[in-house]
């Protein structure tokens, strides 16, 4: 996303911090702490998002929940902007800071599989490639994103759309406890039992309560998948005709449809470079001859220009990504009811006059199993959302957004279809307005009264930001104390 820097309320009361506060800051951690001076500073304030050249005053590799703590009462004490980073990936670049604190997870990367239990705990410092490559090897699977280099952080705490949606429903739908430490610097866990509340907000309503430092999650059986990438021709009939089949698919099948200009990569016939494609990712999670039944009309909307989809173990869904891939980008996210014909030659009229590096529309049809969790059950509410689109125009320089970015508006501004809705995952820096789109009806005052009991100071700001109600003086910071029984051992190996 295009550089947007906002002065977070508070940060005027900042203070630098001093020589000795960081001695006596140090001899408290385990982790690493990075400082503007170091050798490895640049490379550990980078984002995944180009364009983002912010300067932490520190940047603090935590290596467990106590050195979280400290993190936390630190920028608490100090003032200090507080981003929270687990996998880098967000799209607003709220994991980088200013002149503030980054509290760095990305090595706290335990997990505990449990084969009886078919569950998971998992730190937050893993990303879902780490997290699928590890419960893969036992034929397990709990669903995230298109793209594993994405930390379960941030993508559990958004809901999680991902290849699993329809037969497994959100990330968060299979998420069944958190342990998080609040702005007390405290340590607590939330289930469906004990702190329901605050349970109920983490699942989709970002990084406003805490820092989460470990989730536990459910598995599934998701051995041998039907899946990978088809590029077909994105032709207006192809592409309605694409999402109408998505759309009547068994829920097994999950779908995402990228239509694009073809880039000159080398799986892609050189006479198609430079063409409209849909490069589809697709799985079919279920046995394989079933798999080859939900795919075959697919294959039959148009001669596929590449088929790569074959019964495969799930992680392989994510391939190596190149770590030095940073994208400038101006991005839009909206939910939609159809994608006709009609609505598909307005995506074709965009990407065909773009003249950005790449423009991309990303056609998510959602349902089956996300659509059978009742809308308030968890502070993601978009549950009868039919599709998701997220457009995009990806370049070189930040300055380009001059250009892209009302090209952006536009092309998104044309495709809405009055569903105002928006998934906080996907969100830029957009302000208020938009964040109060992604949390519709009674959730946003819902998640904001959460957020007075959790967070009253509105430390942890620097997200998709739901500021907190006013509460009464018995809030929740002071009342809960750490939970009994809450298992802090930092990496436990599978079993
Ligand atoms: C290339 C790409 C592909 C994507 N694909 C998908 C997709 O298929 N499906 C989908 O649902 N989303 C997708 N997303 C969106 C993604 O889920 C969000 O951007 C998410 O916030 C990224 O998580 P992260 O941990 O990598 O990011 P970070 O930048 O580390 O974190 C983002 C924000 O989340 C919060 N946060 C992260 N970790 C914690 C934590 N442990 N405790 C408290 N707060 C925390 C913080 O507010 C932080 O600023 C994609 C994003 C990108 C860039």
Do not use: C
Request: charged share 20%; hydrophobic share 40%.
């Amino acid at each position: 996303m295009a550089d947007n820097r906002q002065v977070a309320p508070g940060s005027e009361l900042a203070e630098p911090l001093d020589e000795a506060a960081i001695r006596e800051f140090s001899s408290r951690i385990q982790g690493q702490l990075i400082r503007p001076n170091d050798g490895a500073y640049d490379e550990a304030r980078s984002v995944f998002y180009g364009g983002f050249d912010r300067h932490p005053a520190l940047i603090v590799r935590v290596k467990d929940t106590t050195d979280v703590s400290h993190v936390v009462r630190l920028a608490r004490e100090s003032g200090l902007e507080l981003a929270i980073r687990s996998g880098g990936h967000s799209v607003a670049a709220h994991s980088t800071t200013e002149g503030g604190i980054i509290l760095d997870l990305s090595q706290m990367k335990g997990l505990e599989i449990d084969l009886q239990r078919r569950t998971a705990w998992a730190q937050t410092g893993l990303t879902a490639g780490e997290y699928t490559a590890a419960a893969g090897a036992h034929g397990l699977a709990t669903g995230f994103g298109d793209t594993g280099s994405v930390g379960i952080g941030g993508i559990t705490l958004g809901g999680g759309v991902g290849y699993l949606v329809r037969k497994h429903g959100l990330t968060i739908d299979d998420l069944i406890s958190a342990e998080v430490v609040l702005a007390n610097g405290e340590l607590l866990r939330a289930d469906a039992e004990t702190h329901p509340d605050l349970f109920w907000a983490l699942r989709g309503g970002g990084g406003n309560f805490g820092v989460a430092t470990r989730f536990q999650y459910r598995l599934h059986e998701v051995d041998t998948i039907v899946g990978g990438m088809m590029i077909l021709p994105a032709t207006p009939d192809v592409i309605s005709s694409f999402v109408a089949e998505a759309d009547a698919a068994a829920d097994g099948l999950s779908t995402i449809a990228n239509i694009m200009v073809a880039p000159p990569m080398p799986f892609v016939p050189a006479e198609v470079h430079g063409q409209l494609i849909i490069m589809a990712m697709v799985v079919y999670a279920g046995e394989v001859d079933e798999g080859e039944r939900a795919i075959a009309p697919f294959r039959a909307l148009a001669e596929p220009i590449v088929d790569m989809v074959k019964p495969m173990p799930y992680p392989e869904i994510y391939p190596p990504e190149d770590d030095d891939y940073h994208p400038v980008a101006s991005a839009r996210t909206m939910f939609i009811d159809t994608i006709d014909r009609s609505v598909a030659e307005t995506i074709v009229e965009y990407l065909r006059t773009s003249s950005a590096q790449m423009s991309v529309a990303q056609i998510r049809v959602l349902g089956g199993a996300m659509a059978r969790v009742p809308a308030d059950a968890t502070a993601f509410a978009h549950r009868s959302a039919r599709i998701m689109v997220n457009v995009a125009a990806l370049y070189e320089r930040p300055d380009e957004a001059a250009v892209y970015e009302p090209w952006i508006t536009d092309f998104a501004a044309t495709l809405r279809q009055g569903d105002d809705g928006a998934y906080v995952g996907f969100l830029g820096d957009e302000g208020e307005g938009r964040i109060r789109e992604a949390y519709p009806g009674p959730t946003w005052q819902r998640l904001a009264e959460i957020k007075g009991r959790y967070d009253p100071t509105n430390l942890f700001r620097l997200n998709q930001n739901i500021r907190p109600s006013a509460q009464p003086t018995n809030d929740a910071l002071t009342e809960n104390r750490p939970t009994p029984g809450v298992d802090t051992s930092e990496h436990v190996a599978d079993s």
